[in-house]
């Protein structure tokens, strides 16, 4: 399984940006992650196999939506009114095999793409 974040850049503060994470192989859960300088990957987003069900982090709740198209292999995610707050290193991760929840650790991913960073200046 290979990953290919994309879509970052630099955006004003109430802007909106799309991910994009282009992907090899199957992959069941995917999700989001960041990493702001000096702090550790957290946990944004994920998104089972069929789409039908999602969890968010408390911090991007009603903001951030994930989603996934698997015929093209590639998932999503929109973030609109994006604050200061929100700049980080953004990384998906895939999960191979079946998993009866959705996974918010890092521990529980096997596949990374290599981060793709964005900026939100107030």
């Known amino acids: 399984v290979q990953l290919q974040a994309s879509g970052g850049g630099l955006v004003q503060a109430g802007a909106s940006l799309r991910l994009s994470c282009a992907g090899s192989?199957?992959?069941?859960?995917m999700g989001w992650f960041r990493q702001a300088p000096g702090k550790e990957r957290e946990f944004v987003a994920a998104?089972?196999?069929?789409?039908?069900?999602?969890d968010y982090a408390r911090s991007v709740k009603g903001r951030f939506t994930i989603s996934r198209d698997n015929a093209l292999k590639t998932l999503y995610l929109q973030m609109n009114s994006l604050t200061p707050e929100d700049t980080a290193v953004y990384y998906c991760?895939?999960?191979?095999?079946?998993?009866?929840?959705?996974?918010?650790?890092?521990?529980?991913?096997?596949?990374w793409g290599q981060g793709t960073l964005v900026t939100v200046s107030s």
């Open positions: 991760a895939a999960v191979v095999g079946y998993r009866p929840r959705l996974p918010t650790s890092t521990s529980e991913y096997h596949y």
């Open positions: 192989g199957r992959m069941y859960v």
């Open positions: 998104i089972n196999w069929s789409g039908t069900s999602t």
